[in-house]
């Protein structure tokens, strides 16, 4: 049994910051990617940012220079900081991974947590 555990979120004033975690936890022998997601109400869940076992990282275009993933793998935990936010990023957020364990590969996910920007 693998369990995602994601906190941080909350309510923030356009232009705050807000810093995501999401803790892996189970039977893990590693993680390959570490994925954040997010779904506004009334639109498709959306991919945000993406981090490989090795650190490199994408972005969605519009989070590019405002929001930062990175992973500790000891914790096994994924992070997103997110700065400049605006109304729009208002959603709630998903972290996905790619868990190994013996006898076979995984996706899991966190259950969410809510960012609300105001304006």
């Known amino acids: 049994q693998v369990h995602l555990v994601e906190s941080g979120g909350g309510l923030v004033q356009a232009g705050g910051s807000l810093r995501l975690s999401c803790a892996a936890s189970?039977?893990?022998?590693?993680?390959?990617?570490m994925r954040w997601y997010r779904q506004a109400p009334g639109k498709p869940r959306q991919l945000v940012a993406i981090?490989?076992?090795?650190?490199?990282?994408t972005y969605e275009d519009s989070v590019k220079g405002r929001f930062t993933i990175s992973r500790d793998n000891a914790k096994n935990t994924v992070y997103l900081q997110m700065n400049s936010l605006k109304p729009e990023d208002t959603a709630v957020y998903y972290c996905?991974?790619?868990?190994?364990?013996?006898?076979?590969?995984?996706?899991?996910w966190g259950q969410g947590t809510q960012v609300t920007v105001s304006s």
């Open positions: 996905n991974a790619r868990i190994i364990r013996i006898g076979n590969t995984m996706d899991s």
């Open positions: 189970g039977s893990i022998l590693s993680i390959n990617a």
């Open positions: 981090i490989t076992s090795s650190g490199t990282t």
